[in-house]
């Protein structure tokens, strides 16, 4: 199994990202999928997830109204759309894959596949 995270980079604050992450090696429609991020020195903490089915998202209330999650279970596919970033969004955002089928959790430990990061470094 594994999860390929893209679409990191360096923007100015008030810019937009896409990171798009794809899995592979197995289907992941019954499991929620989801972002997390860690910035230098801190520890990792959610994003953003989306139930198996798409009909259920969550937002830290950082990235609320300025982050949007999506998926296509089609295409084993989950990216994070986000707008107005702000220089404290800097950090590797990864992709994870729920543990559990149908739940839509947002802690860390209930994610057991995870992507290997994608910088994202907003400049002031």
């Known amino acids: 199994v594994q999860l390929q995270a893209s679409g990191g980079g360096l923007v100015q604050a008030g810019g937009f990202l896409r990171l798009s992450c794809a899995a592979s090696g197995r289907r992941f429609s019954s499991y929620a999928m989801a972002w997390f991020r860690q910035a230098p020195g801190k520890e990792r903490e959610f994003v953003a997830t989306?139930?198996?089915?798409?009909?259920?998202?969550y937002y830290a209330d950082s990235a609320k109204g300025r982050f949007t999650i999506s998926r296509d279970n089609a295409k084993n596919t989950v990216d994070l759309q986000m707008n107005s970033l702000k220089p404290e969004d800097t950090a590797v955002y990864y992709c994870?894959?729920?543990?559990?089928?149908?739940?839509?959790?947002?802690?860390?430990?209930?994610?057991?596949?995870w992507g290997q990061g994608t910088l994202v470094t907003v400049s002031s």
């Open positions: 989306i139930s198996w089915g798409g009909g259920g998202t």
């Open positions: 994870a894959v729920g543990n559990s089928r149908w739940s839509t959790p947002r802690v860390r430990n209930e994610y057991g596949y």
